[in-house]
């Protein structure tokens, strides 16, 4: 068994890297999966919407059962069933079957992000949460990337005298995923609440929260307000990657496989420089006591990020846009682990997994499920880069969300020790003899 802190942090990085090159793999090639299966705008958002229903509708059921079982088994099983509908996506005889892979790659990829991040907040202590955190959301940048790289190379990439083109490509990307499927199944679970140092674990957590207490997390001001965040950055930024390659291609005049490159090349140095800076600053601020850190961070971020993307936008120049997109991703991706540590940070240990999905649950069926349909209507009435110009005003609201939630944190922080701590001194009280 896999034990080390370090060792399984590496395997779920690389499974979160596989995780989000599956998920955009899509987008990179969907000029011609759109062209050889005679696609409209309004069915290439649905594409991205059933992939999100599958996530959403999936990720409660996978956050229950990960308070109670196995989480690297739950993980292994989940990483394998997206990889296998990934490969069959390349299998696709039309809309009605692409679309149902898409279902099975989301509800794989739901379990694996409502079941790592609990994982890696068990494995690593409160004052080192958020730079482990960020080491496993550097994977987003650098699996986005590689979608969007792999979609511009593979297609054109010939195997024994055959072009593999867009079928083959979902295949090739699918093969890693089986084999780190494999791996994580060897990985040892931590005990839940050990590296919580300011509860009273003299006695181990039940292995699931009671009702109550995943209850409780709605009565989390600040948990609400990460989720209406959460909600607001899917809202935006599913549809603005998902058209992004077409967006370059018809407003700035790129070749496909140069924007797709382009993409990937804008997203992976500032995005995990801006994932690993969001994690080390959360960490710096928080340990001067100011328990709001990881939301400053974030709302910094997204203020920034919006500012560069409207930039990016509106730019003629590649010399403007560029070093734009660079920065904005950047400010984009400092959110990711700030966001998520917080969540790690205000919810019980044992009901972790579940907070995750109830998050995951709220920024899909409320996020990126209603956006790219709607998106693909705006795109149809007004064209791209009217579309471009108002999806931002999402990211807005997430960065009020966060400015509020800066003040709310302390209390609720307080509130989840203190309900935690009584139900473990309560574990540990003498039954009566009967």
């Not at 995943?214 to 990460?226: C, D, I, W, Y």
């Amino acid at each position: 068994m896999i034990r080390r802190a370090s060792a399984a942090l590496a395997i779920l990085f690389f499974i979160n890297f596989l995780n989000y090159a599956d998920r955009y793999i899509l987008s990179a090639v969907l000029s011609k999966v759109s062209h050889e299966l005679v696609l409209k705008a309004d069915q290439e958002g649905w594409l991205a919407t059933v992939f999100t229903l599958g996530y959403m509708v999936s990720s409660p059921i996978i956050g229950s059962l990960a308070d109670r079982w196995t989480r690297p088994r739950i993980i292994a099983v989940c990483c394998l069933v997206w990889s296998l509908a990934t490969a069959a996506s390349g299998l696709a005889i039309g809309y009605k079957t692409l679309l149902l892979a898409r279902v099975f790659i989301g509800v794989g990829e739901a379990g694996f992000l409502t079941v790592g991040p609990p994982l890696i907040a068990d494995l690593f202590s409160k004052e080192s949460r958020g730079k482990a955190l960020s080491v496993f959301y550097t994977g987003v940048p650098i699996g986005s990337a590689a979608g969007f790289v792999l979609g511009g190379l593979l297609p054109t990439m010939r195997l024994a005298g055959w072009e593999l083109g867009w079928r083959g490509t979902f295949g090739a990307v699918a093969i890693p995923g089986i084999a780190a499927a494999l791996l994580c199944w060897i990985v040892a679970e931590p005990a839940r609440g050990a590296m919580d140092l300011e509860l009273d674990m003299h006695a181990p957590l039940p292995a699931k929260a009671n009702l109550w207490e995943q209850l409780a997390l709605f009565r989390n001001r600040t948990f609400l307000l990460v989720t209406i965040a959460l909600t607001g950055i899917a809202f935006a930024t599913v549809p603005l990657l998902h058209w992004m390659p077409k967006f370059f291609e018809g407003v700035k005049g790129l070749s496909v496989k140069r924007a797709n490159i382009m993409i990937g090349g804008t997203l992976i140095l500032p995005g995990i420089i801006g994932t690993l800076l969001g994690g080390w600053a959360g960490d710096r601020i928080s340990k001067r006591g100011v328990p709001g850190g990881y939301l400053i961070v974030a709302s910094i971020g997204l203020l920034g990020g919006v500012a560069c993307l409207w930039t990016a936008i509106l730019a003629h120049s590649t010399w403007v846009y560029l070093p734009s997109l660079f920065f904005g991703v950047m400010f984009f991706m400092s959110c990711t682990p700030t966001l998520n540590t917080t969540i790690a940070n205000i919810s019980a240990p044992n009901a972790r997994a579940m907070a995750y999905a109830t998050v995951i649950f709220c920024m899909h069926a409320f996020g990126d499920t209603i956006s790219p349909p709607i998106f693909g209507k705006v795109i149809k009435a007004g064209g791209l880069l009217h579309a471009y110009l108002w999806m931002p005003v999402g990211l807005l609201v997430s960065a009020a969300a966060c400015i509020l939630g800066v003040f709310t944190i302390r209390k609720d922080q307080a509130k989840t020790v203190e309900r935690v701590t009584t139900i473990i001194r309560a574990s540990q009280a003498p039954r009566p003899r009967t």
